[in-house]
């Protein structure tokens, strides 16, 4: 997470309340708006399965995930980001998926449910880049750029993962779609924010995650 001081507390807690045995491995991407210094006063209240983990500088999501990957000990992995945008309460529905049939992979859609939640913009970019992944690898995603993606740990740490920013999205997908794990998808709810709320992927990120999907198929 990055500068998420506003709603690190409320999403924190969300996480510790899901009903779900966990391992929990927060990474700090070099906040500079207190975020560091409230979550160091917070873990030192927490028990031996949270870790807090830092980077000196400011990296991108993608960084962030492959540190996080490094320290994972469980056998599922779920990516969380650092706002209120998804709902904790979800991970059961993703792992219920996971354990009711022999799927390794599974991605929360935003849009199965019908009501995504975001801006017309927002949605425009993930529906083309959703279709662009299904023409290029065969897949039939509904909702390739979501936050909410659980793996097998085996599947996730074996992938040799290289993206800073938030093309680890389509680098995820491609690489595990190459690998020949089948995706299933559930449907999770969405509270979308706006820019002034903190909202930080731009149109640049679209660009990057176009190349990224192109990139790893050829």
């Not at 975020?35 to 873990?43: F, G, K, Q, V």
């Not at 962030?64 to 056998?75: G, M, P, S, Y």
């Not at 979800?90 to 009501?115: C, H, I, M, Q, W």
Request: with cysteine; aromatic share 10%.
């Amino acid at each position: 997470m990055y500068n998420e001081r506003d709603s690190i507390a409320d999403l924190l807690a969300q996480v510790m309340a899901a009903d779900v045995e966990k391992q929990l491995v927060v990474v700090d991407d070099g906040s500079t708006d207190g975020t560091t210094e409230w979550l160091e006063e917070w873990a030192a209240d927490q028990p031996a399965w949270v870790q807090c983990l830092r980077h000196a500088r400011n990296r991108g999501k993608g960084a962030a995930v492959r540190t996080a990957l490094a320290a994972v000990t469980e056998d599922w992995v779920v990516i969380q980001d650092g706002d209120l945008e998804y709902d904790p309460r979800d991970y059961t529905k993703l792992l219920e998926a996971a354990r009711s049939t022999p799927a390794k992979v599974v991605y929360g859609s935003r849009f199965l449910d019908g009501n995504p939640g975001m801006f017309f913009t927002q949605r425009a970019g993930n529906v083309i880049l959703t279709r662009l992944t299904n023409l290029l690898y065969g897949s039939s995603l509904t909702d390739m750029e979501t936050c909410y993606k659980l793996f097998a740990a085996e599947v996730v740490t074996g992938l040799s993962l290289t993206s800073d920013r938030f093309n680890i999205e389509p680098e995820l997908t491609a690489k595990v779609l190459r690998a020949g794990h089948p995706i299933v998808e559930v449907p999770i709810s969405y509270a979308g924010r706006a820019y002034v709320e903190g909202k930080k992927i731009n149109w640049k990120d679209f660009v990057s995650a176009v190349w990224t999907l192109c990139r790893w198929r050829w």
